[in-house]
């Protein structure tokens, strides 16, 4: 009898250890979950200013690709501008040579 008290007795201290062991762990685990949040956090708030950042400079590089089409664009409506002026000169003149020629 005296070795089933011992036995309950140690069977007692074990489970009071365990139970002692696991509220360790279930805190450790809290702290690690606590600690792996912030870090988590931080890296997470470095990335969303990177994305603000790369945002902001593609922003800056659509304003400036759409100035560059526009200057391209009235360049391109003057160089036709000057194609047509030219066109009607060489025209012009072909026109005044015929005529010199005819008369001769």
Do not use: F, Y
């Amino acid at each position: 009898m005296e070795l089933l008290k011992d036995r309950t007795g140690n069977l007692r201290e074990d489970v009071d250890n365990l139970g002692k062991a696991l509220e360790s762990l279930k805190q450790g685990q809290a702290g690690l979950r606590l600690e792996l949040l912030k870090e988590l956090t931080a890296k997470n708030d470095s990335w969303k200013d990177v994305i603000a950042e790369v945002r902001r400079e593609a922003a800056v590089t659509n304003q400036k690709l759409e100035a560059l089409s526009k200057r391209l664009d009235e360049w391109d409506r003057r160089l036709w501008g000057l194609v047509v002026l030219l066109i009607g000169a060489v025209l012009s003149l072909a026109s005044g040579l015929i005529v010199v020629l005819v008369r001769r």
